[in-house]
């Protein structure tokens, strides 16, 4: 398939401004600037793991946290993912990885459903990793799922330090997306449903 599978959103509210690029068919080339630098490095993981090309830049209210930059990246990282996945046809549609980082082990199952859905298992010791909450990794994928049409399922298997867990997450997360978005040659460009139908996020429900 020679399908143009990339996405590209400009997003702009009052609180920040983000723009993204992101191509499923990459090499894991990666240039992020989110003014969040613990965020940064977790979307240097999602792509260098996912064979991703992404390109993201956002400036947002960071001098009140890092809230606002963290969810609307995520969102416009959503809807990029929906835009390059389209409508789905030939890809795997399901994956699953469990990501070892050290002491952490993570595990991530996802399918591109198009129904967002997110479990969050993950239990992270500190509150803080550098100067980012950890609370808001959920909000990342939060709105992810929502914005991308992924159910999508995380659980902790191990884990004691924070670093660790948040980044085996987010390795396990690359890893299953890539497996779900890679084309299957069986699937002759067919869309992976018994309905004939997988729901795009963003788009009108029929
Ligand atoms: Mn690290």
Do not use: W
């Not at 400009?10 to 613990?38: I, K, M, P, W, Y």
Request: aromatic share 4%; net charge negative.
């Amino acid at each position: 398939m020679t399908k143009n599978r990339q996405g590209q959103v400009h997003r702009t509210t009052a609180e920040t401004n983000v723009q993204v690029q992101l191509n499923l068919d990459g090499t894991g080339r990666c240039q992020v600037s989110t003014g969040v630098a613990f965020l940064d490095h977790m979307l240097n993981q999602l792509a260098s793991h996912g064979l991703l090309d992404l390109e993201i830049t956002a400036v947002g209210d960071t001098h009140i946290d890092d809230h606002h930059s963290n969810e609307d990246v995520g969102i416009a990282v959503g809807q990029a993912l929906s835009q390059a996945l389209g409508d789905r046809r030939g890809i795997q549609r399901f994956g699953h990885f469990v990501a070892p980082l050290d002491e952490a082990l993570v595990q991530v199952a996802l399918d591109c459903s198009g129904r967002p859905h997110l479990s969050y298992g993950l239990q992270i010791p500190a509150a803080k990793i550098g100067s980012y909450d950890t609370e808001l990794v959920k909000e990342f994928f939060v709105a992810v799922v929502n914005n991308s049409g992924l159910t999508l399922h995380i659980r902790q298997l191990a884990g004691v330090n924070s670093h660790h867990i948040v980044e085996a997450c987010f390795k396990a997360f690359a890893r299953a997306l890539r497996l779900a978005v890679e084309i299957d040659p069986r699937r002759a460009g067919a869309i992976p449903s018994s309905k004939g139908v997988l729901e795009q996020a963003g788009q009108a429900h029929t």
